[in-house]
């Protein structure tokens, strides 16, 4: 046990006088996290990042170049926002591309479990960047952000890939306009 | 005045603090052991402890109010709130006429009108805009706060405090203890924290329950409950709408936003088939409400202020470390002792040093890291904090970093804004977390060096 009154009595009489220099401001157990985090990424030949401003590590991109799949060939670039309460809470992760995706809807929302219900402090980003990759190799229709993408996936497989591929390339599906995204 | 109205004053400032004397002054059954009874304890409450409340809500007004009666006359309180309607059915400190006031403030006031000698001070304001200095007065910090990230702010704060010996043990005259009460409904927990003694926010970061969240597609495809309705617009539609222009986010304190988003709720209820989307709902939905009981907030500060109360005095030993309450069916309490995680990003972080010479370059602390016995390192990555901002100083793993900061290493230290004593961050695959290291600098001559 701590004798706060034997121990402080003397000390907080001189203060005021606070120690000569002050300290240096200590960086977030969010910031000390993500450094950890991303100095262990290890990334998959289909995946980079970019980070507009080296020092923060907080904001970032991730570009992924699926090679095999509905999606080969594309390139698809995901924000990272990673906030103070990470890894208590998950980054936020939008897709910056407009993509055909039964996962991914227009706006960018990308519906990963990890990236919500499922989150846990021990997931890293890593994790999640395998979380994205796998979405690009198996697009899953069960659980779909984009409805009419992921009806189609079902009912009509090679409709679904001539659609992918027309977004790709830049054109219409349906109403909807996407921008070419081909490396 | 009188000699007998003088005596009559005195009498009741004697009889006023007579229970707490008979703990301070006489021993017991219950004492800690190495309690030595003397009336010098409470003159330590009275004169010398200075205290501060972290928060001056439904917790806070408990230990201000508590430990005020308690003794203790040096009490800071820090809040950037206002008073609220809603706040006054257990915010007892709070009026109708200071709705819209300081919560801090109006505390203070209403403390120090109420208890004579009480010397509470007020802090209008973030925890954030309080500095090293401002937290290093006090003896004890006591915090009811409603958020994860202060109470991981504050606790990193306090671990920052922290001074440790050469020998690498811990100056306990830099430990400044932390007691932390947290409500929900019935519940609520009091918990002791001794920074780099016992276990710390972080260590037990995991027994926060995770926000409640759903599954991105229930919410855009298949709403089956009225809180997806709302979910759907707080996710979505505020973003794609973005009814107040896109640099306004969703604020669950203004009511129009509120109204606007359970306009939009219904809408969506309605075309599911989904009933009973209420302003209430929405509310609680958006800002995670639920809803505080005035009892549970006075028996979990009440267990904070008793655990201040020793802390200051010594006379009895301290919750070790841990109690949760729950009042929900029956009453039902527990004490555990909440372990310290040896891997701890906050406490476990005890600085290590690194010696070097004042005109070496990033390359040689990289190589050091790499080379020395001490660390033995396999591909450091190194970033610093100088005025208060992050900078990467050399990363290898992530290429794009690596391209950027690659002619850092050429650089100079000193070139780089750093100088002895300064601290670096060292992330590497060979250790759990990122540690800290001190540079110390060789020659002692050019120490006091440009910042």
Known sequence: ?183 | MTSGETQTVNDYQQRKWQHIRKLLERSGPFCHPDFEPSPEILDFVMSCCKVLIVGAGGLGCELLKDLALMGFKTIHVIDMDTIELSNLNRQFLFRKTDIGLSKAKCAVEFVNKRIPGCKAVAHHCTIQDMDEGFYRQFHIVVCGLDSIVARRWLNGMLMSLLQYNDDRSLDQSSVIPLVDGGTEGFKGNARLILPGMSACIECTLDLYPPQKTFPLCTIANTPRLPEHCVEYVKVIQWAKENPWGASTPLDGDDPQHVAWVLEKAQERAIKHGITNVTYRLTQGVLKNIIPAVASTNAAIAAACATEVFKLATSCCTNINNYMVLNMSEGVYSYTFNAERRPDCVACSNTTRVLELESDATLQTIYDKLCEDQAFLMKSPGITTVINGRNKTLYMSSVKSIEERTRDNLKKKITELGLYNGAEILVADITTPNTITIKLKFDENIDVDMTR
Not at chain 1, 118 to 144: A, C, H, M, R
Not at chain 1, 159 to 181: D, I, K, T
């Open chain 1, 1 to 183: 046990m701590i004798k706060l009154f034997s121990l402080k009595q003397q000390k907080k009489d001189e203060e005021g006088t606070a120690r000569a220099g002050g300290s240096q401001k200590k960086a977030s157990a969010a910031q000390l996290r993500i450094t950890k985090d991303l100095n262990e990424l290890n990334l998959p030949k289909t995946c980079s990042t970019e980070f507009p401003d080296p020092d923060d590590l907080l904001n970032f991109k991730l570009i992924i170049c699926p090679d095999e799949g509905f999606y080969r060939g594309g390139r698809f670039v995901f924000s990272f926002k990673v906030g103070p309460n990470y890894p208590h809470e998950p980054p936020k992760v939008k897709c910056e591309t407009a993509v055909y995706h039964p996962n991914i809807d227009l706006d960018g929302n990308v519906c990963l479990n990890i990236l919500r219900e499922d989150w846990k402090p021990v997931l890293t980003v890593n994790s999640i960047v395998y979380g994205l990759q796998y979405l690009f190799l198996e697009p899953n229709p069960e659980d779909p952000l984009n409805k009419e993408a992921a009806d189609e996936l079902q009912s009509n497989r090679r409709l679904f890939e001539q659609h992918v591929q027309r977004a790709m390339r830049g054109g219409y599906v349906g109403s909807s306009y996407f921008e070419r995204c081909l490396k």
